[in-house]
């Protein structure tokens, strides 16, 4: 639920996390209990020098915890917190905080006590009445979150300083208007079309390349073969499965986690219930009925039912819910939240076997009845004992992995070599195949390895362990080989396949341009046919940049859509595999007049969109000035 949720609302919730990160409303809450979890003032990492302290973490993750727990309305539970990953959004919110601050420092720019006075007496957020509540009701308000005046002030100084930094980076960002237009014919332009594809595959089997061909395309290109610069490293690898053998999970410790960790096999209070929905109209083309109108025949629907008439066989004939009248009404069973607020009271509100009276909520006039109630339970531990155990030998691999690490890195960083550091760990070294500037190579898979490979000098073991997919490798740069021009036995497979595809494509384009000259006859369906190829068409207008049918999308195709007159054949245009024609059926047109009131609203999108982007690109040349670490050790100890 809590990816689905993500993946609907990415974009916006994209901006709600950066504005979280950027405006530092870090509340100080009491920190978490237990020394175990190391003390408020130790350093779970550095950013420049500057620590960040697991007091700040623990703070900042209670904050971030109690926005998420608002925007899921009460449904965030421990197996969520673990999908949205909270651990790394906070600490990377950290790291741009104080990132930030350097900058700040860097810029020299500073907030005044003026300034900060200002902010506190005009902040919407502080106002009653239309004016500042004064310090004693601030203070009083303070005390009730566990925050003294003085840490308010400070965040509240930190906040105006990101957003001078970011005021100065992105405060000259504009937007054009032919932008602002592009967007908004991306927006409402839409096309409906017919189309036959034309695919090069079909010729593959027929081309024939020479050994000519493929000189002369070597000769005439010998610098598109060029061979990169390429290196190779030395590397010990912390593999997560190597550490499965050291670590153990006895029956007492999946009770104890599973004692700790009850509320993650909740399963909640359900009731299982039907429906008779008569839907209410919104606005005069909407799908329903006018108020009145739906009231009084909801109203008789419920006098039949009084009446005695059957629940189920009423739904199947009278409600206008079409995804539940075929079975009776029946929504089967759900949890508080699944469904509108009134909804939900009306259904929890009933005993099993009772029908409620109307129910009115945005969709219309609805009789709930409540078919059954599941109590709220606990999986057994039965039930889990496997997924638990599991979750556990991970984590304690994850732990034995980042002590290890720790200790690696604290060696390097004194000056041991590559090999003493491993050694000491039980961990062989070994050399990976030579790669390319962005090409990735098992075991050592990671984009951020293989750019700090190109930026290393030669035999110096960086401390940093890196990410890849079976756990985490330090590495020192073990070979360069220059650039160079390859013989042509090298490139030989390349060429013969680029001029197949390239000859495939030709006989692909001829056969396009012959069903162009057919269609102009006899109809595009009838030529397709009479070429063993297929008409198709877009089931509904499809925008700009959006997939039009099978052939995807592409700045060609979008070109040939949006500017051919309806009803005309287009010329062959080139897609993914192959070429298309194509005929314009339906056109959603450009409206001059609906663009002018939409303008303004458009330039402020694109302006704030742009400003974010500017700053996020920013911030990542800042990270790239200022050294982030992290202490696996203590982090491993605080997230547990």
């Not at 709600?16 to 175990?36: K, T």
């Not at 009083?140 to 566990?146: E, H, S, T, V």
């Not at 889990?384 to 390097?412: F, N």
Request: charged share 30%.
């Amino acid at each position: 639920m809590a990816l689905g949720f993500m993946r609907r609302h990415r974009r916006w919730l994209y901006v709600f996390l950066w504005v979280v990160i950027l405006g530092f409303i870090v509340f100080y809450i009491p920190a978490f209990q237990g020394s175990e979890q190391g003390t408020p003032t130790e350093a779970l990492g550095f950013v420049g020098g500057m620590p960040i302290s697991v007091g700040e973490f623990q703070r900042a993750y209670l904050q971030r915890r109690q926005l998420y727990e608002q925007l899921y309305q009460g449904r965030l539970d421990a197996a969520m917190l673990r999908n949205l990953g909270l651990e790394e959004q906070v600490f990377e919110g950290l790291v741009a905080e104080k990132l930030l601050l350097l900058e700040a420092r860097r810029l020299g720019l500073v907030v005044t006590d003026a300034e900060l006075a200002r902010s506190l007496t005009t902040a919407p957020d502080l106002q009653l009445d239309g004016k500042f509540m004064g310090a004693e009701e601030l203070r009083r308000r303070l005390n009730l979150q566990g925050m003294s005046l003085a840490d308010f002030e400070a965040s509240r100084r930190t906040r105006l300083l990101a957003e001078k930094v970011e005021s100065l980076v992105a405060g000259g960002v504009t937007v054009s208007m032919a932008e602002v237009e592009r967007a908004y014919r991306q927006r409402v332009e839409q096309v409906k079309a017919e189309y036959v594809r034309v695919d090069a595959a079909r010729y593959t089997g027929e081309v024939v390349v020479s050994d000519a061909e493929i000189g002369a395309r070597f000769e005439s290109n010998k610098e598109t073969y060029r061979i990169p610069e390429k290196r190779s490293i030395r590397y010990a690898l912390l593999e997560r499965q190597a550490f499965l053998s050291q670590v153990t999970v006895t029956d007492a410790d999946l009770e104890a986690a599973y004692d700790q960790r009850r509320d993650e096999f909740r399963v909640p209070e359900q009731v299982c219930a039907s429906h008779i929905l008569v839907k209410v109209k919104e606005g005069e083309t909407g799908e329903g009925h006018a108020e009145a109108e739906a009231r009084r025949v909801a109203e008789g629907l419920l006098a039949r039912l009084t009446a005695g008439a059957d629940f189920a066989e009423l739904a199947r004939k009278e409600s206008e819910d079409k995804g539940s009248a075929a079975g009776g009404g029946d929504l089967g069973c759900f949890e508080r939240g699944r469904m509108l607020v009134e909804f939900d009271n009306a259904a929890f509100g009933l005993e099993k076997g009772q029908t409620s009276e109307l129910v009115r909520t945005s969709a219309g006039y609805h009789i709930v009845r409540q078919n059954d109630r599941k109590e709220e339970t606990v999986r057994p531990l039965s039930e889990v004992k496997e997924p638990l155990r599991q979750q556990l030998l991970a984590q304690r691999v994850r732990a034995l992995a980042e002590e290890k690490a720790g200790r690696i890195a604290a060696a390097l960083r004194k000056g041991r070599s590559l090999d003493d550091a491993a050694k000491a760990e039980g961990l062989s070294i070994q050399t990976s195949p030579p790669f390319a500037r962005g090409e990735s190579v098992e075991p050592v898979a990671s984009p951020l390895l293989v750019a700090r490979a190109f930026s290393v000098a030669k035999g110096q073991p960086d401390p940093e362990a890196y990410g890849v997919p079976r756990g985490a490798v330090f590495f020192e740069l073990a070979e360069i080989q220059p650039p160079r021009l390859p013989d042509r036995k090298e490139v030989e497979p390349r060429i013969r396949t680029e001029l197949a595809e390239d000859k495939a494509l030709e006989r692909a384009r001829a056969a396009a341009l012959e069903l162009r000259v057919r269609a102009e006859r006899i109809g595009l369906e009838k030529a397709a046919t009479a070429l063993g190829l297929l008409r198709k068409e877009t089931p509904s207008p499809v925008g700009r940049g959006q997939a039009l049918g099978d052939l995807g999308t592409g700045a060609a195709l979008d070109k040939a859509a949006f500017s051919l007159p309806e009803k005309t054949l287009s010329e062959p245009v080139r897609v993914t595999g192959g070429y298309a024609i194509l005929r314009v059926l339906e056109r959603n047109a450009f409206d001059p007049a609906a663009f002018e009131k939409e303008k303004a609203r458009i330039v402020a999108t694109l302006r704030q969109e742009k400003r974010n982007q500017f700053f996020q690109a920013y911030l990542n040349e800042a990270r790239d000035r200022f050294r982030v670490e992290r202490r696996p050790d203590v982090f491993q100890r605080v997230v547990g």
